[in-house]
């Protein structure tokens, strides 16, 4: 019996585990280094572009997929789904969205529903799971669509980071960008509004950045069980020690550590610490 088969780009940072488990395909998007294209998460390992970055003397660009790289992804996939759903970055962070709709409206035998996660990094990730979760228990495509519509309305992505230069150099700063140039010694905690980083609050230092994010994941959370990823570049440890306050302060149903693939840490910078959650 064929399936619907759930699509999305490397800038989910899912787990590996899940990615076979559930049988989703990861388009890689593309970084471009000292005069070389990178696919995200599969020809430059993490700890290797995060050392260069840190050295100051690379600037690292990305972009999208290409529409034949989709094809190629949707034509793999033709013998054995009844359908696809592709969820990507929302189009106000990456050209991902729209190169994946284009992709799709060249496909003529196989209906392909394209949803903008409203989100990044593994907030998007957990649309994904749920979509795929959908399909695997035997949803249609319409279910399916339906439910990462859903998650992409009900995700959280908080992220504490160490500077804001990375984001500003790329463009997608939003409203932080009030911020950028700031004398003080600062730690903003951004989230995504619309597609776009938004400015939270701001901490002085990283314990408390660390203290606010878990109080705001509370408000949302309350009570109820939460589903929940640490998201971290290059800041391993930190990210250990987060996971284990997550795991004595939450009823948590599953919980990730996922660290910024490069694509992500390009434009994040090293660093980062953030929380990516949704509560049942």
């Known amino acids: 019996m064929k399936r619907v ?10 787990p590996e585990r899940l990615v076979q ?10 970084l471009h280094l000292d005069g070389h294209s990178f696919r995200d998460g599969v020809d430059l390992a993490p700890g290797e572009f ?14 999208a997929p290409s529409v034949g790289d989709f094809l190629r992804v949707f034509a793999s996939v033709a ?9 990507h970055l929302p189009p106000q962070l990456s050209a991902v969205y729209n190169t994946a709709l284009l992709a799709s409206q060249l496909v003529d035998d196989l209906p392909i529903c394209v949803v903008s996660s409203q989100t990044a990094a593994m907030a998007q ?8 979760r959908a399909a695997a228990a035997g949803a249609g495509l319409d279910a399916v669509t339906a439910r990462a519509e859903e998650m992409s309305k009900r995700v959280r992505l908080l992220a504490a980071l160490e500077t804001l230069e ?8 939003g409203g932080a960008a009030a911020l950028v140039g700031s004398a003080l010694r600062i730690m903003p905690i951004l989230h995504l509004v ?26 949302h959370a309350g009570d109820r069980p939460v589903h929940v990823a640490v998201c971290h570049g290059d800041a391993a440890e930190e990210a250990e020690a987060l996971r284990q306050q997550v795991a004595e302060r939450f ?10 693939t490069p694509v992500m840490g390009a434009h994040a910078g090293p660093g980062l610490l953030g929380l990516a959650f949704y509560a049942d």
Do not use: W
């Not at 009823?251 to 910024?260: A, G, I, K, R, S």
């Open 79 to 87: 013998g054995e789904a009844q359908g696809i759903v592709a969820i």
């Open 50 to 63: 995060y050392r260069l970055l840190r050295s100051g003397r690379h600037v690292p660009r990305t972009s």
């Open 21 to 30: 488990e559930l049988d989703i395909r990861v388009v890689p998007v593309l």
């Open 125 to 132: 990730g957990f649309v994904v799971l749920e979509a795929a």
């Open 166 to 173: 990375y984001l500003h150099r790329g463009g997608r700063i």
């Open 194 to 219: 619309n597609g776009r980083a938004e400015p939270l609050t701001i901490a002085r230092t990283r314990k408390k950045a660390v203290d606010c994010m878990l109080r705001e994941m509370g408000k």
């Open 251 to 260: 009823d948590c149903v599953e919980l990730h550590v996922t660290e910024f």
């Open 5 to 14: 088969v759930v699509v999305t780009d490397s800038n989910a940072a899912l």
